[in-house]
């Protein structure tokens, strides 16, 4: 299938969830007629859809509409969306006390996703984390999110630094679960720390991380505990914002 093809079933598969979406249930020979395309056309893009859950038929036969994949995506994207707005104002507090920039992370793919920052008050306060995947073995999120289960250490974890570690054992998961909070040490990017907290959602478990980064000058090694105490606070207020209140 060329690239041009693929990209127009896109187009029409998308069109079927908006049709649907405003119609409620539809006949399959009514979305061929919406789509100018043949009914065999409009079968084959439903079934795509039906095994994704996005679509199922419902009880008139002939008729289709949405599945609950969709609600599962919707919920997904409505909990990032809360996530955002319920930590902002902690995490505006958080980067003026600590001086520094603070992200929310949440485990995606196997990666940390940065999906919101606070930029700190100083003139250097790094670039924009936002959309950007990170790797869960070289950055204080991702640690946060292997040490509580939320991801997975990849088969061969890369080297970024020459302070990159690779090892599980290295990692210190189970001290990072003790004490509450992560760090790293240039081990991204040459020049930048950062230390993070664990965010719990609703039913306990670890949903995203909290983390404060800076150069490594400004964030020096001996900072550490004392920032890691005070985002373990943020993230344990953030939880609680999310209905966390154990």
Known sequence: MSNSTSVQSVDRAIAILEILARDGATRVTDL???LDVHKSTAFR???ALEHGGLVEQSGDRGRYRLGFGVVRLAGAATAQLDLSRESRPV???LAEEVGETVNIAVPQDGDAVNISQVRGPAAISGHNWVGQRTPSHATSSGKVLLAFGALRLPAEPAR????????????????????GWAATVEELEVGLNAVAAPIRGSDGSVVAAVSASGPSYRL???RLPEVGGLLVEAAREISQRIGYYR
């Open 45 to 47: 893009l439903l079934a």
């Open 32 to 34: 061929a007629v919406a």
């Open 160 to 179: 970024y630094t020459p302070r990159t570690i690779t090892s599980p054992d290295g990692l210190g998961l189970e001290e990072i679960r003790e004490r």
């Open 91 to 93: 995490c505006l507090r």
């Open 220 to 222: 020096t090694p001996d």
